[in-house]
C-alpha cells in the first residue's frame, strides 16, 4: 500500500532526477536494454516506457536490470496494467488521465503514480485526494506553457511533469515555470536511432537533454 500523500513524494524524487523523463515507444525488447543504458549514461535515469506496443512489458523488465535507471510504466488505463506493470519491474507509473480505480490499484499495489490532468478541475480532484504531483497532458494541445502557468496561479500546491508535444524548442518554456519539475519527451529516442542501434547518438540527445536548465 501507498497513500497518495507519498505516492507524491516518491514522484517528486523520480522527477527531481533530471529535467527530461523520455517517454519510450519501444517495438524490439532487444534494443530495451542498450537503449536505457545510453539514455542513463547521456544523464537521464528515469524513463517511462508506454504499454503501446505488444512487448512493452519485456522492455519494462530488461530495462529494469540497468543499474542506475528508475523504469516505469506509461499509459496506465486499468487495474490489470498496473498489475502487470509491478510484476514487469516497474518501479512508477504515469497515466493520460485518472479514475478512481487506477488510481485505487496503484495505491493498493505500492506503486507511485504520476496521474494525469489537463483542466483545473481534474487537478483540483486529484489534489483533493492528495496527488501535488500531477503529469500535465496533453501539454501543447491544453494550451502548452501559458495554460500550465494559469492553472497554476491559484494551485501552487501542485508541481507538474508536462507531456505531450514537448520538444527540445519549447522545453524551457516549461522548465521555467515555477509549478513544473521536468518534462517528458520522446524526442531523446528517435525511432530511426533506435533501430539503427545508434546509442552515442541517443546519449548524445541524452547529454543534451541533461543541460537543460530548470
Given at each position: 500500500?501507498?497513500?497518495?500523500?507519498?505516492?507524491?513524494?516518491?514522484?517528486?524524487?523520480?522527477?527531481?532526477?533530471?529535467?527530461?523523463?523520455?517517454?519510450?515507444?519501444?517495438?524490439?525488447?532487444?534494443?530495451?536494454?542498450?537503449?536505457?543504458?545510453?539514455?542513463?549514461?547521456?544523464?537521464?535515469?528515469?524513463?517511462?516506457?508506454?504499454?503501446?506496443?505488444?512487448?512493452?512489458?519485456?522492455?519494462?523488465?530488461?530495462?529494469?536490470?540497468?543499474?542506475?535507471?528508475?523504469?516505469?510504466?506509461?499509459?496506465?488505463?486499468?487495474?490489470?496494467?498496473?498489475?502487470?506493470?509491478?510484476?514487469?519491474?516497474?518501479?512508477?507509473?504515469?497515466?493520460?488521465?485518472?479514475?478512481?480505480?487506477?488510481?485505487?490499484?496503484?495505491?493498493?499495489?505500492?506503486?507511485?503514480?504520476?496521474?494525469?490532468?489537463?483542466?483545473?478541475?481534474?487537478?483540483?480532484?486529484?489534489?483533493?485526494?492528495?496527488?501535488?504531483?500531477?503529469?500535465?497532458?496533453?501539454?501543447?494541445?491544453?494550451?502548452?506553457?501559458p495554460a500550465l502557468k494559469a492553472i497554476g496561479a491559484p494551485l501552487p500546491q501542485?508541481?507538474?511533469?508536462?507531456?505531450?508535444?514537448?520538444?527540445?524548442?519549447?522545453?524551457?518554456?516549461?522548465?521555467?515555470?515555477?509549478?513544473?519539475?521536468?518534462?517528458?519527451?520522446?524526442?531523446?529516442?528517435?525511432?530511426?536511432?533506435?533501430?539503427?542501434?545508434?546509442?552515442?547518438?541517443?546519449?548524445?540527445?541524452?547529454?543534451?537533454?541533461?543541460?537543460?536548465?530548470?
Amino acid at each position: 500500500m501507498i497513500t497518495p500523500a507519498d505516492a507524491s513524494l516518491a514522484a517528486e524524487k523520480i522527477c527531481r532526477l533530471a529535467p527530461i523523463i523520455p517517454v519510450l515507444v519501444v517495438e524490439d525488447p532487444a534494443k530495451a536494454g542498450p537503449l536505457a543504458a545510453a539514455l542513463v549514461k547521456g544523464g537521464l535515469p528515469a524513463l517511462e516506457v508506454t504499454l503501446r506496443t505488444p512487448g512493452a512489458l519485456e522492455v519494462i523488465a530488461e530495462m529494469a536490470k540497468i543499474e542506475g535507471g528508475a523504469v516505469g510504466a506509461g499509459t496506465l488505463l486499468t487495474p490489470e496494467d498496473v498489475r502487470k506493470a509491478v510484476d514487469a519491474g516497474a518501479t512508477f507509473g504515469v497515466s493520460p488521465g485518472a479514475t478512481d480505480r487506477l488510481l485505487d490499484a496503484c495505491e493498493e499495489a505500492g506503486l507511485p503514480l504520476l496521474p494525469g490532468a489537463a483542466t483545473a478541475s481534474e487537478a483540483m480532484a486529484l489534489l483533493e485526494r492528495g496527488y501535488t504531483v500531477q503529469k500535465f497532458f496533453p501539454a501543447e494541445a491544453s494550451g502548452g506553457a501559458p495554460a500550465l502557468k494559469a492553472i497554476g496561479a491559484p494551485l501552487p500546491q501542485i508541481r507538474f511533469c508536462p507531456t505531450g508535444g514537448v520538444s527540445l524548442k519549447n522545453a524551457g518554456d516549461y522548465l521555467g515555470l515555477s509549478n513544473v519539475l521536468c518534462a517528458g519527451g520522446s524526442w531523446v529516442a528517435p525511432k530511426d536511432k533506435v533501430a539503427a542501434g545508434d546509442w552515442d547518438a541517443i546519449e548524445a540527445l541524452a547529454a543534451e537533454a541533461a543541460a537543460l536548465p530548470r
